[in-house]
């Protein structure tokens, strides 16, 4: 892809490469949030934290989960950087405290106001608690995609909130024609 093309990658999926350097996103599948002049902001969609649920969480700020499905939901580690900060992906409007539009029906938000209303139950369809984040300074997330670290493949409902953790990185690959477990290592060099 043209470094041109890559000037906007908000609404876009970060497919990890099988030769990823970085361990932290080994299999990684990335939402891209935002992607302006100073860089670009993602979260992984596809690593569940697996020693806390959304009920944990949201308990642990002491908000009263009523919703009996909250209590079970799958919270996702989102990124290396700021492991501390939650970050709600969900569908719907930016209606909350802190919230953006990412696309049509996406939204982030970093507000306490959604974490109330998702413990009762309310307000948002599908959504994921993400802790931390990726994010890349102004030109490094293209330079690692010119390097063949990534491949992109278009944002969709089903693959951000459909498709089971374990098969969302084969899918986006499928999505896009690739078959990651078979990609050569020289991607991206010619």
């Known amino acids: 892809m043209a470094i041109e093309k890559l000037n906007n990658l908000t609404h876009q999926l970060l497919v990890a490469t099988p030769q990823m350097p970085d361990e932290r996103f080994n299999r990684a599948l990335i939402y891209v949030c935002r992607h302006d002049p100073q860089g670009v902001l993602g979260l992984v969609i596809n690593k569940p934290i697996l020693d806390a649920n959304v009920g944990k969480l949201l308990e642990d700020l002491d908000i009263d989960v009523t919703d009996h499905q909250v209590r079970h939901d799958t919270a996702l580690e989102g990124g290396p950087m700021y492991p501390e900060i939650g970050f709600v992906l969900h569908t719907g409007q930016p209606h909350w405290a802190s919230s953006f539009a990412i696309s049509e029906n996406i939204c982030i938000t970093t507000s306490r106001d959604i974490l109330q209303h998702i413990a009762q139950g309310q307000g ?67």
């Open 124 to 190: 948002v369809g599908h959504y994921y608690l993400c802790l931390g984040h990726a994010s890349w300074s102004a030109g490094q997330l293209e330079a690692e995609i010119a390097q063949g670290d990534w491949l992109l493949c278009p944002a969709d409902l089903s693959l951000l909130f459909e498709t089971p953790f374990d098969e969302r990185w084969h899918q986006a690959g499928e999505k896009i024609g690739v078959h990651l477990d078979f990609l050569s290592d020289d991607i991206g060099h010619a």
